[in-house]
């Protein structure tokens, strides 16, 4: 620093400055008695800062480094014997001193405020002047950054206004939610706590980021920079950022966030309120409410033991809706449109395994917000599903082994992370028992207490702000316990090995089937797609036309064929694109078994 500097800057600054400081002094004393009947302790402190604080580092930035580079006294300085580095690291300390200085007599007047009326001690006080200095530094950070732009401050503040805006009411986060501004959260305005450690380190990794821009533009290139953004913005350049200051407002006020939907209230059939989970069933003719009971208990022991191992802070409402005409395999979640929940409908002989393993998946997919379905996670949601509605089934794990073991190998890292191409080549039986054993192997190779661990971390809700950039990928969470994919690939492939030793007799007694799907075109008739299936009495044959982007395939139109032969009753253009896939029964694994599925090219 430099003295002779420190002495030109409050010859030519004080009164300004003092006044400044003054106007803000009867604003804290205004702010404290308001705040007083808010019931914080640090209420006033908080709005102190975000406000008069905001305001007091833009001044100190206007008259600091502003003025200097738009009058050319900046250029006066640089001829003197104080170095244009020493000159701009005098103007931010000095600034940067009198923002904490700011912070500590807010803090302090507060606190003495506060001590009228109640018993404060400085342990329990501390808290908050940590956050104030930390808000204050990174204020007059950004602050000094903005004059640096010169004709462009106010753009740069008019800037983060607008995604302030943006983020609360387009993205629906709270204001003190957002970085910087969660070191002024309810928390530290009540007095009870600190933010966590991640809102201290978004606010230095900020002030560092402003600072070294502002050092940059003053002295990169001889200060050419700082001197040529000095200079006043034309008319064009006031045209543009007006309109696109606009432009940005008219979005931010017409734009609505997601509203926060109630739960799915559940008014009928048998109920079961669990620990954290309630639970409704509806009886049938052929579901009686004995075993609608039954079935609402356990999935509310499923639901809640799960939250409780992944430490989930959630109370999801799950409503089951037998249906009679429906394929016993077939089982769809219901879309909510006005309320949040997980209502399914099943066939009444629905294979409760199935109904269970629906409901987890369900409930693990809304507390990710679906990033549980991406591709680098999906095999371990729909394996954790299977696993989970199996933990004290042993008979239930070994029938589940039996299908997995019927899946063809082999099977790489590659299948596990391309979860939908796996899924859409076995189909959804066997690639949840492939799921499953993958998952079942990676409890037995870490341990249960182990594998929950990694999936804690890879089943959170995510973030609402800039925190979820900063999540570990799945496989990195694996990496952490000692896993990858190819390892954890390689042990299930031996681990189904075993099992198709242990059931060989079984899968002896499958029959052995043969599907083809072909396509014919003639002028008079167009083009046909014809399936033909060996070995199975009956067949189901599912088809979708594919839009061009069109990767993961959600339900699909379904024709059910008694006999070896069908044709789709389909009548697609040329060039377009058609999945075919064909599944049948299979009394062995008791679930259906995807015997071919192909994505067509038409010509």
């Not at 002047?129 to 950070?141: D, E, I, R, V």
């Not at 549980?372 to 095999?379: A, F, P, Q, S």
């Not at 079942?440 to 979820?468: C, K, N």
């Amino acid at each position: 620093m430099s003295l002779a500097l420190l002495r030109k800057e409050a010859r030519e600054h004080g009164l300004v400055l003092a006044a400044t400081f003054v106007i803000g002094a009867v604003a804290l004393f205004l702010t404290l008695r308001v705040a007083a009947d808010l019931g914080g302790r640090f209420v006033g402190l908080a709005r102190f800062l975000s406000t008069i604080g905001l305001l007091l580092a833009l001044v100190l930035a206007n008259r600091l480094l502003v003025r200097e580079y738009m009058g050319r006294t900046q250029l006066f300085l640089e001829t003197l014997p104080v170095g244009r580095a020493r000159a701009f690291a005098t103007k931010w300390l000095l600034g940067c001193g009198l923002m904490l200085l700011t912070a500590w007599l807010t803090w302090l007047a507060t606190w003495r405020f506060v001590r009228y009326t109640e018993v404060l001690e400085w342990a329990d006080a501390k808290g908050a002047l940590l956050c104030a200095a930390t808000f204050c530094l990174t204020a007059w950070s950004f602050a000094a950054l903005a004059g640096m732009l010169g004709r462009y401050r106010y753009i740069a503040w008019a800037g983060v206004a607008a995604v302030v805006m943006l983020a609360t009411n387009v993205a629906g986060i709270p204001f003190l939610d957002l970085p910087v501004l969660r070191l002024l959260g309810q928390d530290v305005q009540m007095g009870y706590a600190l933010p966590e450690t991640s809102a201290f380190v978004y606010a230095f990794i900020i002030a560092a980021a402003c600072t070294a821009g502002a050092a940059t533009l003053a002295l990169a290139g001889s200060g050419a920079m700082a001197s040529t953004l000095a200079r006043r913005m034309t008319a064009r350049e006031r045209v543009f950022a007006l309109v696109a200051l606009l432009a940005v407002a008219t979005i931010g006020y017409t734009l609505e966030p997601k509203p926060v939907q109630p739960p799915f209230e559940i008014t009928e059939g048998e109920r079961f309120q669990g620990k954290w989970t309630r639970v409704g069933v509806l009886p049938t003719a052929t579901f009686d409410a004995a075993a609608a009971q039954s079935l609402a208990s356990t999935i509310a022991a499923d639901a809640d033991s799960l939250i409780d191992a992944l430490e989930l802070d959630i109370h999801p409402p799950v409503f089951v809706l037998p249906q009679q005409g429906l394929d016993r395999h077939v089982l769809r979640r219901a879309a909510l449109r006005a309320a949040d929940g997980i209502v399914l409908k099943v066939a009444p002989n629905a294979p409760s395994d199935f109904v269970r393993t629906l409901v987890l998946h369900s409930l693990l997919t809304d507390v990710t917000r679906n990033r549980g379905m991406r591709e680098d996670r999906h095999v371990l949601l729909d394996g954790l599903a299977v696993f989970w509605a199996l933990r004290d089934d042993a008979e239930g794990r070994e029938r589940w082994w039996l299908r997995a073991a019927a899946a063809a190998e082999p099977l790489t890292a590659d299948h596990l992370t391309a979860w939908a191409q796996t899924s859409e080549q076995f189909g959804e039986c066997q690639s949840l028992a492939i799921a499953y054993s993958a998952v079942d192997t990676l409890v037995q190779r870490l341990g249960l207490d182990a594998a929950l661990r990694s999936m804690r971390e890879i089943f959170v809700s995510p973030r609402d702000d800039v925190r979820a950039l900063f999540e570990r990928r799945p496989a990195t969470t694996l990496a952490a316990a000692g896993v990858n994919w190819a390892t954890l690939a390689a042990a299930a492939a031996a681990a189904r090995q075993s099992a198709r030793e242990r059931h060989a007799a079984a899968l002896a007694r499958r029959p052995t089937i043969t599907a083809a799907v072909d396509v014919n075109s003639s002028t008079a008739q167009g083009i046909a797609i014809e399936t033909t299936l060996s070995g199975a009495p009956r067949y189901a044959a599912y088809y979708q036309v594919l839009h061009p982007w069109t990767a993961d395939v959600g339900d699909m139109s379904r024709l059910d064929v008694l006999g070896g032969k069908a044709v789709l009753p389909l009548s697609p253009s040329r060039n377009a694109r058609v999945l075919t896939v064909i599944e049948v029964e299979d009394e062995i694994l008791d679930c259906p078994v995807r015997v071919l599925a192909e994505r067509l090219q038409l010509r």
